[in-house]
């Protein structure tokens, strides 16, 4: 059974950071894309973050360019978020996401597998 188990949320103060962190399991992911999304209470689910299988591409949504980074371990079959500056607004529940592809873009339907998710509450 394939699983993906986050985790490294938690709370943080307005400008600290934290690292997100994807373990995959029943399955290696080391030739398919991963990513990373979050929901907002009472928002709908977005993007943030993606990797291709090699970790030569990345793309980010605009209003985390520059604060976060996704990467890739794919002998650990691990992907990483790591989060600086954090602001209030980017308080969600933060969720892995893997898809049967090399390369996946930004719409939920491209991942097939789904983490349960990591909340990470950002204070002002």
């Known amino acids: 059974q394939v699983q993906l188990v986050e985790s490294g949320g938690g709370l943080v103060q307005a400008g600290g950071s934290l690292r997100l962190s994807c373990a995959a399991a029943g399955r290696t992911f080391s030739n398919n894309a991963m990513g990373w999304f979050r929901q907002a209470p009472g928002k709908e689910r977005e993007f943030v973050a993606h990797?291709?299988?090699?970790?030569?591409?990345?793309n980010y949504t605009d209003s985390v360019k520059g604060r976060f980074t996704i990467s890739r371990d794919n002998a650990k079959n691990t992907v990483y978020l790591q989060m600086n500056s954090l602001k209030p607004e980017d308080t969600a529940v933060y969720y892995c996401?893997?898809?049967?592809?090399?390369?996946?873009?930004?719409?939920?339907?491209?991942?097939?597998?789904w983490g349960q998710g990591t909340q990470v509450t950002v204070s002002s």
């Open positions: 996401a893997a898809s049967l592809s090399v390369v996946a873009g930004t719409r939920q339907w491209e991942y097939d597998y």
């Open positions: 990797i291709i299988w090699s970790g030569s591409t990345t």
